[in-house]
Structure formats: C-alpha cells, structure tokens
C-alpha cells in the first residue's frame, strides 16, 4: 500500500516538470516526467492528433520557448485521483497563447512517477 501523501508530492513535482519543461522548451525536464515509451494523444485546432513523446521533444525543441517570449505562466492543476500506483491528473495549460486541458495518466516506477499517457484538448 502506497502512502498517499507522499505519492502525492511526488506526482505533483512530476507535474512540475511537466509544467517547466513547456514553459522553457527544456527537454530534460520532460524525460524526467516522461516514459519514454510514452504517446500523446489529442484535439488540436480541430484535428486528431497521435504523437510519440520522443518526436514531441522534437517539436518543443523547435518551437519559442513562452518563458522567453513574455507569455504569462499559467499552468496548474486541476484534479488528482491516484489508485494505488496508478493516477489521472487533470491540468490546464496556457502554451504559446492557447489554452490546453490535458489528462495526464501517471504510473509509479521504481518509486518514482511518469507520465504514461498524455490526452488533451486545445479550447
């Protein structure tokens, strides 16, 4: 049986990362929220998107960082439901000007917790 408060502190410093990485376009800290082996999966501007994380840091490594371009951090999140050694964590995110909610499936790993599975929705 997991303790719940400390998973919780840990899922959330995952999130975190999670957070930072978009925020600055720093990769290393998404491989830390991130399995490897892990897919994103989503609507954006109206079209279904399915994308392997490692082409994903491709992309944030392309793009302007928010954090350098002046946009506002707005990132938080919304909802924590852990069961076990596996959690869903709803967060929304401001990412270059358009607003993201995202369904964050995490799983506990050697004690530590990374991000499965992303989901999300551009509004």
């Not at 892990?38 to 840091?57: K, M, R, S």
């Not at 506002?72 to 709803?90: E, F, G, L, P």
Request: aromatic residues 14%.
């Amino acid at each position: 049986m997991s303790d719940k408060r400390t998973d919780l502190e840990k899922i959330t410093q995952t999130v975190q990362y999670y957070f930072n990485g978009l925020y600055h376009s720093d990769t290393e800290l998404l491989k830390k929220a991130f399995d490897p082996g892990a897919f994103l999966h989503g609507y954006f501007e109206g079209h279904l998107v399915h994308v392997p994380f490692e082409a994903w840091l491709k992309q944030v490594e392309h793009r302007p960082a928010p954090s350098k371009n002046g946009e506002a951090y707005d990132m938080k999140i919304v909802s924590v439901d852990i069961t076990d050694n596996i959690a869903q964590v709803k967060v929304f995110d401001l990412y270059l000007g358009k607003s993201f909610t995202d369904y964050l499936a995490l799983m506990k790993v050697d004690d530590n917790w990374l991000i499965m599975n992303k989901m999300f929705h551009h509004q």
